[in-house]
């Protein structure tokens, strides 16, 4: 990549990453908690974007609905949160099926396009409801930063070893349809460098060397594993509409769903297993 490119991906991050970290760190959870649906309805709409869906009201409407629902979600009760972080995990469980699929729903059609909307409106539920979820049931801006860095380092190592690496190029891809330049050379560097980075988290969670250290390495693992499937669905999902990016709001990025295609799969996936990991909401060190 030329340096012409580098340097406003490089900007973005610089700007961003202080940003999202602060805020998790101090914002007041109700204003934290707005701020995340304001992202999440941008990734919708760019994932309405790459949906088909064509009518312009319709795609109002449906971000409208959207945001309703996630005014409601809001103010619900944690058992509702977790339903819904429930249904989104569920449903990136059943992910892979799509990806060994990726024929189905490429017609560009009234079926389909109702599919992808509908998938994408249950997946940044999900993931809001997880994220509000982890703050609400945990107190957990430790736990969000840490599936934050985790994610970050399995998307910008992939990146990285996938942009300047030669050493993989004949290695074999892990979903051609979906995606021509993601292989299993650069996945097992990715999935290398999130589990150091998901082991420096334990660690710093966990000082003394002990079961739950162990777990939440596993739950960080999970996340990377789910990060994976998100980045590879939402290829698929521009694959079928033509596109390489979903949008251009982050330069040197694109768009909010290229960059955050991975933590939205990660967040209910992580939520859910940390609740069956911690059934009794207590997870500080």
């Avoid at 030329?2 to 007041?28: H, K, M, N, Q």
């Amino acid at each position: 990549m030329s340096r012409r490119d580098f340097l406003p991906r490089l900007g973005t991050c610089l700007v961003i990453g202080p940003l999202a970290v602060g805020g998790i760190l101090w914002l007041e959870a109700r204003v934290l908690c707005i701020a995340a649906a304001t992202v999440m309805l941008v990734v919708f709409n760019e994932w309405l974007i790459v949906s088909g869906i064509k009518a312009r009201s319709a795609h109002r409407g449906v971000i409208a609905l959207g945001g309703g629902l996630m005014a409601i979600l809001a103010s619900a009760p944690v058992e509702v949160l977790g339903g819904l972080a429930g249904a989104g995990a569920l449903a990136w469980m059943g992910a892979p099926l799509w990806l060994a699929r990726p024929n189905l729903g490429r017609t560009a059609n009234g079926c389909s396009t109702a599919m992808k909307v509908g998938l994408g409106l249950l997946i940044v539920l999900s993931a809001f409801s997880a994220f509000h979820w982890l703050l609400d049931r945990y107190n957990g801006r430790h736990l969000i930063l840490y599936i934050l860095a985790v994610v970050c380092v399995l998307d910008s190592t992939a990146y990285l070893v996938g942009r300047y690496s030669n050493g993989f190029t004949a290695a074999r891809l892990i979903a051609p349809n979906a995606s021509p330049n993601k292989n299993y050379g650069v996945l097992v560097c990715a999935i290398l460098a999130s589990a150091l980075a998901a082991s420096l988290g334990a660690a710093l969670l966990y000082p003394k060397l002990g079961p739950e250290r162990a777990l939440f390495f596993g739950l960080g693992m999970m996340a990377a594993a789910s990060g994976v499937v998100g980045d590879l669905t939402s290829s698929l999902l521009k694959r079928h509409a033509g596109r390489k990016d979903s949008g251009s709001i982050l330069p040197g990025h694109g768009g909010a769903l290229d960059r955050l295609d991975s933590l939205v799969a990660a967040l209910p996936v992580f939520a859910v297993a940390l609740c069956l990991a911690f059934p009794a909401g207590e997870v500080s060190p």
